[in-house]
Each structure stands twice: as C-alpha cells, then as structure tokens.
C-alpha cells in the first residue's frame, strides 16, 4: 500500500481496491479527507476531528464512509444516516478494501485533574498501526508503526518505549505538528538510537510504498 503523510496526525493509505484516511483533524489540510472511501477518526479532539473537514468529504462523494467512535460518531452520524458506523476495542471491518481491526479504549493520560476521553487505534491489513492519542499495544505483531511522536501527554522516553514494546520493523512520525524544526534532530537521534527500530519520517505530503 501507499502511505502518504498528512499535517499532525493524519495519514492516507492507498492500494488498488480504495483510499482510506485516518485522523483528517483541524491541523491537516483542508482537503485532506476528500476523495477517500473510508474515514478512521480516533477520537473527538479537534486535532484528530474536524467536523468541517468530515462533512465535505461526504458531501463531495456519496459513498463515503465513516467509522468512529460513538462520542464522534454522535456528532457527525445524524447528518449522513447509514454512513457513520460506531466502533470499539475488539471490532473488525472492511474498509475501502482494508481490512481493519481496533485497538484500545482509552486516551493517554493528559494530567490526573482532567477526565480521560474514549480513544481507539486501528491495525490496518494487519500491517499499519495508528493508536490515536495513546500508546496501545495491539495483541499482534505490528509492521508499520505510526508513531506520535511530540504531545502534551507524553515525553521522549515514553515514546522510545513505546516502540520497543510494539517491536515494529519501522516506525513513522505522527503527531508531530508541535514539534518544531529546531528539535527535530534530538528527536530523531534519541529516537533512532533507542528504540530498536527504523525510525522514518515524512514530511507533510510525502509518501512511502509500505
């Protein structure tokens, strides 16, 4: 398949059977979700959700679909009945061609004074891994890791452990729109030095064969 990098936290896989995008959030480009078939969104922050950006993809093309979460997808279903599907930790479905499995309940811990939300990651074709805003370690051996990499949540040694628990063969940047060019390098090299993986980065609109 063909991953494209959007802006922060958002991806576009592509393979001959359809396009699917995950994470299209206020961050991203505008543009950013149209012309998929299938939309994955994490959770409801607007960084990973974007309302706007959601309803002109399906209004542009009326056999997209979305699959969510029920606190995103009670925001956005009502408008578009039977094309808002609810999941959860455990489900699997098929998505643009992909089949897609989810991962993982809850968002990482922000701070202990503020609740924790619903959030969940999603294997692709048993090969990508996106958690969202968390670090879930799906029951199975991962390839491609989509790794947020800089939040408000986390810190680096986190994120090098991270990696080491997943084991994937590589692991790509997301989640990265608050990192700043400046520390980019420190973060590459601690990354790539610990974490036992191929630490890869692409810069926003740039592509990989996966």
């Known amino acids: 398949m063909k991953l494209t990098k959007k802006t922060h936290s958002c991806v576009r896989l592509q393979s001959p059977a359809g396009t699917l995008v995950i994470d299209p959030g206020g961050f991203t480009e505008e543009?950013?979700?149209?012309?998929?078939?299938?939309?994955?969104?994490?959770?409801?922050?607007?960084?990973?959700?974007?309302?706007?950006?959601?309803?002109?993809?399906?209004?542009?093309?009326?056999?997209?679909?979305?699959?969510?979460?029920?606190?995103?997808?009670?925001?956005?279903?009502?408008?578009?009945?039977?094309?808002?599907?609810?999941?959860?930790?455990?489900?699997?479905?098929?998505?643009?061609?992909?089949?897609?499995?989810?991962?993982?309940?809850?968002?990482?811990?922000?701070?202990?004074?503020?609740?924790?939300?619903?959030?969940?990651?999603?294997?692709?074709?048993?090969?990508?891994?996106?958690?969202?805003?968390?670090?879930?370690?799906?029951d199975q051996p991962v390839d491609t890791l989509l790794l947020p990499v800089m939040a408000p949540w986390s810190k680096l040694s986190e994120v090098v452990d991270y990696v080491r628990e997943v084991r994937p063969r590589r692991a790509y940047d997301v989640h990265d729109a608050l990192l700043t060019d400046l520390a980019r390098p420190i973060y590459d090299r601690q990354i790539g030095s610990l974490a036992e993986a191929e630490h890869l980065r692409l810069a926003p609109g740039g592509a990989a064969e996966i």
């Open 31 to 138: 543009d950013a979700a149209l012309g998929a078939e299938a939309i994955l969104v994490t959770h409801e922050h607007p960084d990973h959700f974007d309302e706007g950006r959601l309803r002109a993809a399906m209004e542009a093309d009326p056999g997209t679909r979305i699959w969510t979460l029920r606190a995103v997808a009670d925001k956005i279903g009502p408008a578009f009945p039977g094309r808002v599907h609810t999941v959860g930790h455990g489900d699997t479905f098929t998505a643009a061609g992909f089949e897609v499995q989810v991962h993982g309940e809850l968002h990482a811990v922000i701070h202990p004074d503020i609740p924790r939300i619903t959030n969940v990651g999603y294997l692709v074709d048993g090969t990508v891994f996106h958690p969202g805003d968390a670090l879930t370690v799906p």
